[in-house]
């Protein structure tokens, strides 16, 4: 983070804004009592085809199908409480602060949310069958994703090199370096990260793609503002709940001739070898010759530094940081990650005029989904220089987190999942200052009301 300044955490109180309980779904006295007449039929199979069969079918990444009524009824009162909970389907952002446009929003209402509570709680009834939609058709879930949105397969596919992960074993990380074969310079659009197998989904916890180039200085950009990154960085990451993302229309990442892709490779035994275990990646480039105005870069904010996350028994801890944009910019994205006693996270722009701002906000973690929510193009947090972001995490070492192993353990910052991380993974692009007035501009005159003539 060569280009930003950092502020200890020790000031931290004065600067949070956010308070973080617990989300769950609770019914509106309203809704909780009389409702109209509920059918799988009618109401809950298109909720199902929506927002949870692309991953609830056979082969693809959920444990069990909800293709089928059968299927549903068998899982109703799991349903029900995943959905009540809001940790099915996963998205987990607080919708009560922030910027609530994404570009891939899989959320349930809070409508359908009771729509599906009220069919379990009146007995999961079938319905007319007439009423049934047609069964949808999916792909294989192990393709390419984004192709479908591109509709191109993609042009550069790099796989790691092969790794034999014994039955019973402690976590492995594995970090082989591999050359792209590139030859001249090319603008990526758009990454996507996958185990080369669908069965070593079982066994990759998460997947890391470090673009290894040298960086002479980057001509032919229509912006200067990319000098505010130092190096490639960390080029895409594969975890359950992403698995890549299409850039904005003005921004690219750059591959170089010579470039390498350095693998860290998370994998967990299950009590089964695995043979020849690899991850692949998917680049998928712009025409030759292209430029975008922009080189996006996934930064990494640290909310806890190695020695700074030190979380005692049977407590709750907060920790914070604070980065000082050097040049205006816009983020992307919101991605926090932590580990299994990580509850919470915010970001907040604190404006040079001293104006806060909660941009987002993740209240109901859970750390085996890695959700990376992409903000819509025309909500996406426009930054001027000298704006201060500020982390806040969350973790919880008390035996009320269900998720936390051992209450009784001193834990620190660490790669297993048993240990801890706070960090935040965003897509910064920085602008020129011109440019950003411009959209700044743009975006008060869309939303300025419209005066009607007399």
Same mark, same amino acid.
């Given at each position: 983070?060569?280009?930003?300044?950092?502020?200890?955490?020790?000031?931290?109180?004065?600067?949070?804004?956010?308070?973080?309980?617990?989300?769950?779904?609770?019914?509106?006295?309203?809704?909780?009592?009389?409702?109209?007449?509920?059918?799988?039929?009618?109401?809950?199979?298109?909720?199902?085809?929506?927002?949870?069969?692309?991953?609830?079918?056979?082969?693809?990444?959920?444990?069990?199908?909800?293709?089928?009524?059968?299927?549903?009824?068998?899982?109703?009162?799991?349903?029900?409480?995943?959905?009540?909970?809001?940790?099915?389907?996963?998205?987990?952002?607080?919708?009560?602060?922030?910027?609530?446009?994404?570009?891939?929003?899989?959320?349930?209402?809070?409508?359908?949310?009771?729509?599906?509570?009220? !069919?379990?709680?009146?007995?999961?009834?079938?319905?007319?069958?007439?009423?049934?939609?047609?069964?949808?058709?999916?792909?294989?879930?192990?393709?390419?994703?984004?192709?479908?949105?591109?509709?191109?397969?993609?042009?550069?596919?790099?796989?790691?090199?092969?790794?034999? $992960?014994?039955?019973?074993?402690?976590?492995?990380?594995?970090?082989?370096?591999?050359?792209?074969?590139?030859?001249?310079?090319? !603008?990526?659009?758009?990454?996507?990260?996958?185990?080369?197998?669908?069965?070593? #989904?079982?066994?990759?916890?998460?997947?890391?793609?470090?673009?290894?180039?040298?960086?002479?200085?980057?001509?032919?950009?229509?912006?200067?503002?990319?000098?505010?990154?130092?190096?490639?960085?960390? +080029?895409?990451?594969?975890?359950?709940?992403?698995?890549?993302?299409?850039?904005?229309?003005?921004?690219?990442?750059?591959?170089?001739?010579?470039?390498?892709?350095?693998?860290?490779?998370?994998?967990?035994?299950?009590?089964?070898?695995?043979?020849?275990?690899?991850?692949?990646?998917?680049?998928? $480039?712009?025409?030759?010759?292209?430029?975008?105005?922009?080189? /996006?870069?996934?930064?990494?904010?640290?909310?806890?530094?190695?020695?700074?996350?030190?979380?005692?028994?049977?407590?709750?801890?907060?920790?914070?940081? +604070?980065?000082?944009?050097?040049?205006?910019? #816009?983020?992307?994205?919101?991605?926090?990650?932590?580990?299994?006693?990580?509850?919470?996270?915010?970001?907040?722009?604190?404006?040079?005029?001293? #104006?806060?701002?909660?941009?987002?906000?993740?209240?109901?973690?859970?750390?085996?989904?890695?959700?990376?929510?992409?903000?819509?193009?025309?909500?996406?947090?426009?930054?001027?220089?000298? /704006?201060?972001?500020?982390?806040?995490?969350?973790?919880?070492? /008390?035996?009320?987190?269900?998720?936390?192993?051992?209450?009784?353990?001193?834990?620190?910052?660490?790669?297993?999942?048993?240990?801890?991380?706070?960090?935040?993974?965003?897509?910064?692009?920085?602008?020129?200052?011109?440019?950003?007035?411009?959209?700044?501009?743009?975006?008060?005159?869309?939303?300025?009301?419209?005066?009607?003539?007399?």
């Amino acid at each position: 983070m060569r280009k930003f300044a950092y502020t200890s955490s020790l000031i931290a109180s004065a600067f949070v804004t956010v308070a973080v309980p617990s989300i769950v779904y609770r019914p509106t006295p309203a809704s909780a009592k009389a409702h109209r007449a509920v059918t799988f039929a009618k109401d809950i199979a298109p909720i199902l085809q929506q927002k949870c069969q692309e991953c609830h079918q056979p082969g693809s990444i959920a444990p069990m199908s909800l293709l089928t009524y059968e299927d549903a009824v068998e899982n109703a009162p799991l349903i029900k409480e995943k959905v009540a909970g809001r940790l099915m389907p996963p998205w987990h952002i607080d919708k009560t602060v922030g910027i609530q446009k994404f570009k891939n929003d899989r959320s349930l209402t809070d409508e359908q949310i009771q729509t599906i509570v009220n !069919w379990v709680d009146d007995g999961t009834p079938r319905g007319n069958a007439a009423d049934m939609p047609p069964a949808r058709k999916f792909a294989d879930p192990n393709r390419w994703q984004l192709a479908d949105r591109l509709g191109a397969q993609p042009d550069l596919i790099i796989r790691s090199t092969p790794y034999t $992960l014994a039955a019973h074993t402690q976590d492995k990380w594995f970090r082989p370096t591999v050359e792209t074969g590139l030859t001249e310079p090319r !603008w990526v659009r758009a990454i996507e990260v996958k185990p080369v197998r669908a069965s070593d #989904r079982k066994i990759v916890h998460h997947v890391l793609a470090y673009l290894l180039q040298d960086e002479p200085e980057v001509t032919g950009l229509a912006s200067t503002a990319h000098d505010h990154q130092s190096n490639a960085g960390l +080029f895409m990451e594969w975890a359950v709940g992403k698995t890549g993302q299409i850039f904005a229309e003005d921004a690219g990442k750059l591959m170089l001739p010579g470039s390498r892709i350095r693998w860290e490779i998370h994998m967990h035994a299950v009590g089964q070898e695995y043979k020849d275990s690899q991850v692949e990646l998917a680049v998928y $480039l712009y025409p030759k010759g292209y430029v975008p105005k922009h080189r /996006t870069v996934l930064t990494m904010f640290n909310v806890a530094r190695n020695s700074e996350l030190d979380i005692p028994p049977n407590e709750k801890t907060v920790t914070q940081n +604070f980065y000082v944009l050097q040049a205006p910019a #816009r983020l992307d994205n919101f991605q926090p990650h932590m580990h299994m006693r990580g509850t919470a996270m915010s970001l907040e722009a604190i404006y040079p005029d001293g #104006r806060k701002e909660v941009l987002s906000a993740v209240r109901n973690f859970q750390w085996n989904w890695h959700i990376n929510y992409v903000y819509a193009d025309d909500v996406a947090p426009l930054l001027p220089k000298g /704006t201060t972001l500020a982390f806040t995490a969350w973790h919880d070492n /008390t035996a009320a987190n269900k998720n936390n192993p051992d209450p009784t353990q001193w834990v620190g910052w660490g790669d297993r999942t048993v240990d801890e991380m706070a960090h935040n993974w965003i897509d910064v692009t920085y602008l020129e200052q011109a440019e950003f007035d411009s959209l700044v501009a743009a975006r008060k005159a869309k939303a300025a009301p419209k005066v009607l003539p007399q």
